[in-house]
């Protein structure tokens, strides 16, 4: 069977996904961009004896060098010369869409042109693609992806383009820079670079970095400083010779889509509803609440009903292991069975409904286009402690839960800023924290206003994360710098389709089961292993090598104010999952009803204090842990998140013991 | 005047953009040119929303501030 490669391209919010998603259907699979975190798409489908590849490259603006997201596109269609370029416009701003395909054509990039969107324009606006289709040399086919229109259509044009010639699009600078684009491209000749030579010569006279820097390293310098030569001299025409270059490309554009087009409704006329309901959700003084009650809605929803899932999915895990424990009588078997695998296992699918539940409500808002408005309310307050507004959906999310929080992260584009919010995650309290807090404040506190110490909790939570914000902003060189600048598109509003919400949301739910979940349960069968070996103890006793890891580190935490071996275990069992801290300590002092009567000999007031301060800032989860690595793809930031929590959550601890000891 | 300046629910033309490169190409290429007719839509706290041929944006303060208008006629 032949086969062709092909890329979809366009602009954020013109529904390129749910075009990928019409074309490939089900043979789609996501992964990573090698290097980064931005995600790939891949998919095929059939088209009569013909099999065709597509990418789905980043949603962006323009080819220059800028962002990651360009470069990965321009990197892609330069590098791997896919036989054809799909260029997905929105028929509701066609200039601003086709400057992008005005680039890929001087990329040289075989194109086609898909006017997606085509319903919301229906009697709006007269498109005559005939005529537009003459004008910009390339075959244009209507779509609409939500509507289900022109999929078929767009299949056999690109079964068909893959077996014609591309024709060129000339952008005319003007005499002055096309006679300097005529030197630079004399002396760009003989050079070895897979870009179309005009383009590469207009990119030079546009100054762009990653062009400039390729040819330094073909030590082509002698082109580099020519072309400067003919900027300066350009700019005594054109002061501002980048700005003019854009220029020239949106009059080309503007004038082919006066020539072809006819509006039928005055633009006031146009956008009327989605205007309405900004008016409203935008409101200086109702947007914050109105986010609020979204958010409230979202956390309720994630937390309640996946939690009552939760705790079905951990009862009849636990039922499964007590069952399977019956039919194997080795012992060592048999716990490696129950609390190793089944137990293991069951740590991972628990997070299940909660992070699928999490995600189809976060789609939902995306793809409606509430989360570009909910970044707009909360810029300004996000700003002041140094993250852009985007970043505050995944720290509320932490109140639930940090692993879904931290795959929430995502929706922010910066990735400096990315980093940062990851990094600060864990220190926002989840429920799991919670039954730490009711244990050792009913024990301790219970006469003490309980319910204000833990909330002073969650409170030193939020402050740690955000003087941590501050302190990394600051000191570590990859996150300097100032917040990401607001730019952002405030699409249209649109309801989704149910196929496009449930795919998007068991994409990223599949995909924290399969790498998050392999770490986890490779920590949990560690756990396992430490607490049995060596064989012929009971299982996590004083003797088994947790319990002696437990003695080993009781002295460092002696200054903290609980120096008893079975606090170390019961940190080092937390790793897990952190409400397993109490579960610990119920097994290691026989039973969770004897800790009220042991465990005011071994902690006062204060380490009790102390103990839940260490139980909310140290490591995170092995679940958080897993997850941060997977959206970092980085070791080295794991291993900071893990090394900084430890230190924060030890020194804070230690102060608040030692400085309360002197009261 | 800077954009930061102008009043709700009025149409600006663009004048120039003022600042560096990297955030002069961001506007340009989002079809913010000179001669671009634009609507404020909310310019209150937090960043501004306007209005290009039918499509919404929200600017951070820090860019709009470098967005020189005038009043269309």
Known sequence: ?????????????????????????????????????????????????????????????????????ERIARDYIVKQKPDLVVC???????????????????????TLLALNMIDLVKNKLEIDDAKLSQSLKTR?????????????????????????????????????????????????????????????????????????????????????ENALLEINNLEKIYPDLQTEIIEKRYALIEGTVKNTTKHLVSIEDRLTLSDKIDKIVTNRYLGIPIFAIAMLIVFEATFKLGGFFAGYIEQSFGWFGEASAQYIHNPVLQSFVKDGLIGGVGTVIVFLPNILILFLFLSFLEDVGYMARAAFVMDKLMHS????????????????????AIMATRTIADEKDRLLTILINPFISCTARLPIYVLLTSIFFSNKNPALIIFSLYTLGIIVAVASAKLFRSTIPKLKGKVSFLIMELPIYRLPTVRALALHSWEKTREFLKKAGTIILFGVILVWLLSSLPFGVEYASEKSYVGVLGKFFAPILSPVGFGFWQAAVALFFGLLAKETVVGTMGTLFGGEDKLSSTLPHLMDPLSAYAFMVMSLLYIPCLATIGVIYRETSSFKWTAFSVAYSLFIGWVSAFLIYQIGSIF | MPLILANENIEYKV??????????????????????????????????????????????????SKIIVREAV
């Open chain 1, 1 to 69: 069977m032949k086969s062709f490669n092909i890329a979809l391209i366009g602009n954020p919010n013109v529904g390129k996904s749910a075009i990928f998603n019409e074309l490939t259907g089900a043979s789609a699979h996501v992964g990573n961009w090698p290097g980064v975190t931005v995600e790939k798409k891949v998919g095929k489908f059939t088209y009569l004896d013909t099999e065709i590849n597509v990418v789905d490259l980043p949603g962006i603006y323009s080819l220059s060098a800028d962002s990651i997201d």
């Open chain 1, 88 to 110: 997905i416009a929105d028929s509701t701003n066609l200039v601003r869409n086709l400057y992008l395909f005005v680039l890929l054509k001087e990329l040289g990039a075989k």
């Open chain 1, 140 to 224: 244009i086919v209507k779509t609409s992806a939500t509507k289900k229109i022109g999929i078929d259509k767009l299949k056999e044009a690109i079964f068909d383009e893959l077996h014609h010639a591309e024709e060129e699009l000339f952008v005319d600078y003007g005499s002055d820079i096309e006679r300097s684009i005529e030197k630079i491209k004399n002396l760009l000749e003989d050079i070895d670079l897979p870009q179309n030579k005009r383009f590469l010569a207009v990119k030079l006279l546009e100054q762009d970095a990653a062009i400039t820097e390729e040819l330094k390293k073909l030590q082509k310098d002698n082109i580099v």
């Open chain 1, 385 to 404: 402690i140094g993250l852009p507004g985007r970043a505050f959906i995944p720290l509320i999310l932490g109140f639930g839960c940090n692993v879904p």
């Open chain 2, 15 to 64: 004048v120039r953009i003022e600042g560096g490169h990297g955030s002069n190409t961001k506007f340009l290429e989002m079809g913010l040119v000179p001669g671009t007719k634009l609507k404020v839509i909310y310019n209150a706290k937090g960043p501004i929303i306007v209005s290009i041929n039918g499509s919404k944006y929200a600017l951070g303060k820090g860019l709009a």
